[in-house]
C-alpha cells in the first residue's frame, strides 16, 4: 500500500520533477535498494550481537511475543541515507547541516538503546540526560543557523502567502521543533512497519514540498525516504528487526532541520499530523490521570493505552490495519499540505 500511496503521489508531481539530477525517484530507488541489501547482512549481525529488544511488561500483551527482536535499526538504514544524501548534493551546505542534527539526534538514541540492552531493560538514559541531549544539539543547530542563514530565516511562512515575522522568538520555537520532533517521532514506532512507513511518506511529501526552494534538501529527503523503505523490507509485520531509538529520533530530527533550513514549518507542522497525535494521546494521558487521581492514589485513564496506537491495538484493531490506517492518513497529510502551500 506505502509504495502505491508513493506511486500515486508521484505521479500527480512528475510534471515538476521531470529532470533526472533533480528526481526524487532516482534517491528513492537509490538508497530503497541500498538500506534493503544492506539490511540482509546488518540484521543477522544484531542477532549475534545479541541486540534483542526488551519488551515492557505493561504494554501490550501481544508484544511480549517480539521479546528478543533486534534493535537498533537504525545503524544501517540512516547512515545510507546520509552519505547517499551528501554524495548526491556534492555536499552542499544545507545537505551537511541536515545530516549532522540526523546522526546527532540518532547517536542519542543509540546511546539509549545501548543501555537498554546493557541492563537488560526498557529503561535506556533518564529521560532528563535524553532531553538535555537533544536540547544540546537543538541549540548547537540554531547557532550554526544564526551565523550561516539570512535574518530572513526568522519569518515563518503561513498559508495564503503570509509571513510571520518572529524575529528572536524563532530560536526558541526553532529548538522546541526539534526536541518535540524527535520525540514524537520516537513515541510513534510502536507498531511493526508503523514508523518507517509513515516516516517515508513524511520525507517524500516535505522533500516535494522544498524542491524549489532547496534541490539539496530535497535529495536529503528523498535519500531518507528512500532508506526508509529499504528498512520496511525487514521490518514489516512480522518484524525482523526494530529501528529503535537510533532510527526514530534521526528521522525526528531529520524533519526537523529540513523544516527549519527551508522556512517550511507550517508544512511541517500538517505532514506531522500523525506524530503529534501520537505525542498528544500520551500527554493527555498522563495529564487525566493525575488529574482524576483519587485518595487511594490512582487516578482514571483516557485512553485504554497511550499512545494512540496502543489504545487501538486494545481496542480489537490488528497491526497491520492500524499501520494501513496510518499510512492511508499520513499520505492525505501530505496531499494536504501540498494543496495549501
Known amino acids: ?41 546488518v540484521v543477522p549481525m544484531l542477532q549475534w550481537l545479541k541486540t534483542g529488544q526488551v519488551i515492557r511488561e505493561d504494554g501490550p500483551q501481544a508484544h511480549l511475543r517480539k521479546a528478543g527482536t533486534p534493535t537498533m535499526g537504525g545503524v544501517f538504514f540512516v547512515p545510507v541515507a546520509v552519505l547517499v544524501a551528501l554524495l548526491w548534493s556534492g555536499f552542499a551546505p544545507e545537505a551537511l547541516a541536515a545530516s549532522a542534527l540526523t546522526l546527532a539526534y540518532g547517536f542519542i538514541g543509540w546511546v539509549d538503546d545501548w543501555q537498554i540492552l546493557r541492563q537488560k531493560s526498557n529503561k535506556g538514559i533518564s529521560p532528563r540526560a535524553k532531553l538535555a541531549g537533544q536540547i544540546g544539539f537543538a541549540l548547537l543547530f540554531c547557532l550554526w543557523l544564526a551565523v550561516t542563514q539570512p535574518v530572513s530565516i526568522t519569518d515563518v511562512a503561513l498559508p495564503f502567502g503570509l509571513v ?17 520532533e524527535s520525540n514524537a517521532t520516537n ?59 537510533t532510527g526514530s529520533l534521526a528521522l525526528g530530527g531529520a524533519l526537523a532541520a529540513v523544516g527549519l533550513l527551508s522556512g517550511s514549518l507550517w508544512s511541517l507542522f500538517l505532514i506531522s499530523g500523525i506524530f503529534f497525535v501520537e505525542s498528544l494521546s500520551v500527554i493527555a494521558q498522563v495529564s487525566y490521570y493525575k488529574a482524576t487521581k483519587g485518595p487511594d492514589g490512582k487516578g482514571k485513564r483516557l485512553l485504554k493505552m497511550a499512545p494512540m496506537h ?3 491495538e486494545l481496542s480489537g484493531w490488528s497491526e497491520i490495519n492500524i499501520v494501513a490506517a496510518f499510512y492511508g492518513i499520513q499520505a492525505i497529510l501530505v496531499l494536504l499540505a501540498w494543496v495549501i502551500l
Not at 500515486?8 to 534493503?36: K, Y
Not at 535519500?223 to 521490518?235: D, K, P, V
Open 1 to 41: 500500500m506505502l509504495l502505491l500511496l508513493t506511486s500515486a503521489i508521484l505521479d500527480l508531481m512528475a510534471d515538476r520533477w521531470s529532470n533526472p539530477v533533480t528526481s526524487l525517484t532516482l534517491p528513492i530507488l537509490v538508497c530503497g535498494l541500498a538500506a534493503g541489501l544492506l539490511g540482509y547482512g
Open 164 to 180: 510571520l515575522p518572529l524575529g528572536l522568538l524563532f530560536w526558541p520555537l526553532a529548538a522546541f521543533v526539534m526536541v518535540s
Open 187 to 245: 513515541i510513534t514506532d510502536g507498531v511493526d512497519g508503523l514508523m518507517g512507513g509513515t516516516g517515508a511518506i513524511a520525507l517524500f511529501g516535505l522533500g516535494a514540498l522544498v524542491a524549489d526552494k532547496s534541490p539539496s534538501l530535497m535529495v536529503f529527503c528523498a535519500c531518507m525516504s528512500g532508506a526508509c523503505l529499504g528498512f520496511l523490507a525487514h521490518n514489516r509485520n512480522p518484524a525482523r528487526v526494530f529501528m529503535g531509538d
Open 310 to 312: 496502543h489504545h487501538l
